[in-house]
């Protein structure tokens, strides 16, 4: 089956893409959310309400405004080398493995490998972790062939970032790759090779 992505620097973005595609009648089942960041906050910052939210199985859908659909599933769960994000989707299962649930700190496995396996290639997956890892947000789905026109005309529309533009901004700030050992952004840090902020680019 066809896939789509796009990575957004805001989650209020990604969440009109994903209602967007829902609304288009692609199922919620054939779509993933991964975001670093909700109500204009990163994660961690709120990392102990989340990892409850998630565990009891409330806030997080209420605080991202979804009334329904897969926005209502929203979860925290930890990435290595992005850290706490809130997800949902068939990603996430693929991601999380044999672990189950959206439990803080029970991803198993790379987001590298869960992407590349999807279908995504290494070098987009590669762009697309490390801006989830840098605050942004990436929708995935699973599109039939006839709908594929469509659901891109939607990521265009919102828009998702030019993938090809911050891969060339990431590596003239000295980015390489995607690295999971690399840990947590954090913009604070005097690193400018790494903790370069992004342009919406």
Same mark, same amino acid.
Do not use: C
């Given at each position: 089956?066809?896939? @789509?992505?796009? &990575?957004?620097? #805001?989650y209020y973005?990604?969440? $009109? =893409? *994903?209602?967007?595609l829902?609304?288009?009648?692609i199922?919620?089942?054939? !779509?993933? !959310? !991964?975001?670093?960041?909700l109500?204009?906050?990163? @994660?961690?910052?709120?990392?102990n309400?989340?990892?409850?939210?998630?565990t +009891?199985?409330?806030? @997080?859908?209420?605080?991202?405004?979804?009334?329904?659909?897969?926005?209502?599933?929203?979860?925290?769960i930890?990435?290595?080398?992005? /850290?706490? *994000?809130?997800? =949902?989707?068939?990603?996430?299962?693929?991601?999380?493995?044999?672990a189950? /649930?959206? &439990? $803080?700190?029970?991803?198993?496995?790379?987001? !590298? /490998?869960?992407? +590349?396996?999807?279908?995504?290639?290494?070098?987009? =997956?590669?762009?697309?972790?490390e801006?989830?890892?840098?605050?942004?947000?990436?929708v995935?789905?699973r599109?039939?062939?006839a709908?594929?026109?469509?659901?891109?005309?939607?990521?265009?529309?919102?828009?998702?970032i030019? &993938?090809?533009a911050r891969?060339t901004?990431?590596?003239?700030?000295g980015?390489?790759?995607?690295d999971?050992?690399r /840990?947590?952004?954090?913009?604070? #840090?005097? #690193?400018p090779?790494?903790? =370069?902020p992004?342009?919406?680019v």
């Open positions: 089956m066809p896939m @789509i992505a796009g &990575v957004f620097d #805001d973005d990604a969440k $009109l =893409a *994903v209602e967007l829902e609304d288009a009648g199922a919620p089942k054939d !779509i993933s !959310i !991964i975001s670093r960041t109500d204009g906050r990163r @994660i961690d910052e709120g990392e309400q989340t990892a409850a939210d998630a +009891t199985g409330s806030g @997080i859908g209420a605080a991202a405004g979804a009334a329904g659909g897969l926005l209502a599933g929203l979860g925290a930890a990435i290595p080398g992005i /850290g706490p *994000v809130v997800a =949902a989707g068939w990603l996430i299962t693929t991601l999380i493995g044999a189950g /649930g959206a &439990v $803080l700190g029970g991803a198993t496995g790379g987001i !590298i /490998g869960a992407l +590349t396996g999807s279908g995504i290639s290494e070098e987009d =997956a590669n762009v697309y972790a801006s989830v890892r840098r605050g942004g947000a990436l995935i789905a599109v039939g062939q709908q594929l026109p469509l659901a891109n005309e939607i990521l265009d529309r919102v828009p998702r030019d &993938v090809a891969r901004f990431y590596h003239q700030s980015w390489d790759q995607f999971e050992r /840990g947590v952004y954090d913009p604070p #840090d005097r #690193d090779i790494h903790y =370069a992004p342009p919406r």
